[in-house]
């Protein structure tokens, strides 16, 4: 095990592919030379040259073609967007061709695909390179979706996702990759829709995703003074998604709330809590809540990009609502 | 207002009863405290009176149909046009969980106040009732025996039961009582040479000898049924198995005609059962006359009390060594008191004290019925 930033474990990852698997190639812009604008990339043009990390011109349709063409033709091509913000306007070829190839030929495309892209806001960057927009793709039959909160799920992630025949969209946290953690130096895998109990807790269920993780294990130790025990989950892969462990801890602690960074109409929390009413009924002692973004686009201004997004205290209110029975439900 | 019939917990296993009439059809007005419906268990027909006045306006269960036991059978409103999905009451707010819990340990939701949002029943509600039901119910025993009363009440229990069945034996049976003491010094001898078969206890050989003895005394085999003297057609004898609580007493009937090993396994079985609350309910009607059996505490003798349209009750005191003049000299011989209650409604003195010639003839092996066949 080592100490790795949750960049280095991603890049780590993604030199080890290029190393054993020589059909591994990267397209992206400014992935070369320059190492990616999160210099997730760095090295690695320096290591494996042109051929196989491939800078593209400012068209995410393109980059997102090239990948699906390289991939018919027997290439494992992982491609990154700048922002998932930009991951609309490779939206025609990620939900029409990219989710539906297999199926449409069936099953003779076959298209092992990772788009990488960032999420989520945090860092003053504006509504149109914060948004966390996981929901518009987990809405598409086709696509497998990851969202690794940690440098070692992301590497193991990361790993399976390159192996993985069919088309992963991988997001990673813009504001997680200075965290650190500890991570296998050898390659490993961790498999797609295994959740990870971040936290065994006995009162409250939380299951949080990507940055959330983070925001909920630090209220469940604010709670944790108060008496308060939080159970947390991350689902780490949001299709599959693995409901046997979320309901699993439900019937253990009765309530449960779902944070995400994403706007709360529509979000993926709205699918998570369905699924808990619908397969946990007879274990719920409370409404299943929901703590997420606000609806409204991400403000520029840090004060107002904070409230607009969740924080600790958010988590930590309804928590205290949920166990605390003495409280009312807004 | 809608008002819902529920059929009636009657008994103690009774879980499902019968309709035989419903009085008022359905749109026909009924007065409060009127004749509504007749419903039958195993054990008895119950007459139930209107609880308010109202239409009948529905009838869930019709005459010659079956109900589980607080299941709603009808409904009585206050016009034919009242809306059957007219709450009586505000909905109660239950969690799932909690709902859940409640049916798993048969609380009603109704006895317990909610501490969440809005009044809802949440599961730690359920559990804290759940919790102070418990002790309370371990400690009506205790508390009886302290004679203070404590303001708690008898939960529907076999103590319950038992209560009201020697109540209403106390204070509506004229009891009277024959005392003896029966050499049974050669009923143990012929016990032991049981050998190698199921050895037969004291109840069960006295069950048999009651059953056989009732055979030939027919004014015994007789009811006292509100007023009525009822003749019997069987020989039902039964006898009290201490369970959790209380008392219960299974019957075997035509015991007369088992062997004794059968009738030992039949014995055997029914403790079995009581001790487990599954007894068939034939087994818990009424039946000839009951047997109690406190020889296996230092108890010489005591008093019974007959259950309730029984003829009598015999009860049995421990087997003591004693010294019997035999005409030459003292000999040790094995006695056994007994006593035995008679309702004088039903026999007279002269018939008891016969019955008892009869037992002990029995007993001792001195009359011709061989009880180890």
Known sequence: MAQMTFRDAINRTLDDSLSSDPTV??????????????????GLWQKYGSERIKNTPISEAAIVGT???????????IAEIMFCDFLYIGMDQIVNQMAKMKYMFGGKAVLPIVIRTTVGGGLSAAAQHSQSNEAMFMHVAGLKIIFPSTPGDARGLLFSAIKDPNPVLFLEHRVLYDIKGEVP????AIPLGVADVKRQGTDLTVVATGMMVHKAMEAAHKLEEEGISIELIDPRTLNPLDMETIIGSVK???????????????????????????????????????VCGKDTPIPFSPVLESFVLPQVDDIVDAARKLVRTTEKIS | MITEIRAPKTGLTAETLQIVKWHKKEGEFVDKEVLLVTVETEKTTLDIASPRSGFLKKINYQAGESAVVSQVIGYLADSMNESL??????????SPVARKLAAEHQVELTKIEGSGPNGRIQKSDVERYIKQQAPRHENSAEEKSCGGSTGKVLSDSIRRRTAEATTK??????????????????????????????????????????????????SFTKAWDRGAITARSDISVGFVVKIDDGIIIPHICNAHRMSIT??????????????????????????????????MYPVDCFVPIIYPSEVGMMGIGQIKKNAVWNGDEFIPKDIMAIALALDHRLVDGSEGAEFIQGLKDIIEGAGPSDLFQ
């Open chain 1, 25 to 42: 190639l990267l397209f992206g812009e400014d992935i070369g030379q320059l190492g990616g604008a999160f210099q997730v990339t760095k």
């Open chain 1, 67 to 77: 990948a699906i063409g390289s991939a018919c033709v027997g290439l494992k091509p």
């Open chain 1, 185 to 188: 130096e050898e390659p490993y």
């Open chain 1, 252 to 290: 253990k602690t009765n309530k449960a709330l779902v944070v995400h960074e994403a706007p709360k109409t529509c979000g993926v929390g709205a699918e998570i809590v369905s699924l808990i009413v619908e397969q946990g009924f007879d274990y719920l002692d409370s409404p299943v809540l929901r």
């Open chain 2, 85 to 94: 999905s007219q709450p009586e009451k505000e909905k109660l707010l239950v």
């Open chain 2, 169 to 218: 034996s106390k204070t509506t049976i004229p009891h009277y009582y024959l005392f003896s003491s029966f050499d049974v010094s050669h009923m143990l001898e012929q016990r032991q040479a049981q050998g190698s078969k199921l050895k037969p206890s004291i109840i069960t050989i006295l069950v048999k000898a009651c059953s056989v003895l009732l055979e030939k005394h027919p």
């Open chain 2, 262 to 295: 059968e009738l030992e396994e039949t014995v055997r079985a029914l403790i079995e059962k009581a001790k487990e609350f599954k007894l068939p309910a034939e087994a818990l009607q009424a039946g000839t006359m009951s047997i109690s059996n406190l020889g």
